[in-house]
């Protein structure tokens, strides 16, 4: 379970990484593009950082990872990677990251770097999540 945890731990902080160097719309799945599409068709995620959670939930829980006598394990891990997504959604939404390669000024257009959400992303659509 330990060394399985740690390569979905692993997979999830690349992605954040990701997102904190290219900015939320960052392509970060490592999923294939039909799976991308089946997810948002299905689910209607649209950042890949979300795309990139759902698969590795669903990876936790294929038959050939998942042990039945390790079944508390595996909710918890899941449960803990769902945090780490939402923790660093809300250090976004506050403005507590910066993202892009340069981390020196706040929103210089000219180094590329960005403080919280862009402009268009608005908040009021999180108001209608039901956590």
């Known amino acids: ?3 399985r945890f740690a390569e979905f731990c692993k997979r999830l902080d690349r992605a ?3 997102v904190r160097r290219e900015g939320w719309e960052a392509n970060v799945f490592t999923g294939e593009d ?3 599409k089946a997810i948002q068709d299905q689910l209607g995620f649209e950042l890949p950082i979300f795309l990139e ?3 590795t939930l669903l990876s936790m829980w294929k038959s050939n990872v998942f042990l039945r006598p390790l079944m508390h394990r595996f909710l918890r891990g899941a449960v803990q990677l769902v ?3 939402l923790g660093f959604v809300k250090e976004g939404l ?3 990251i910066e993202f892009g390669e340069n981390n020196g000024n706040e929103n210089d257009a000219s180094s ?3 403080v919280g959400l862009p402009p268009y992303f608005g908040t009021s659509a999180l108001k209608i ?3």
């Open 129 to 131: 999540l039901p956590w």
């Open 53 to 55: 959670l759902y698969d």
């Open 16 to 18: 954040l990484d990701g």
């Open 34 to 36: 039909r799976d991308a």
């Open 112 to 114: 590329g770097t960005m």
């Open 1 to 3: 379970y330990q060394l």
């Open 83 to 85: 945090g780490r997504v």
């Open 94 to 96: 506050d403005g507590k």
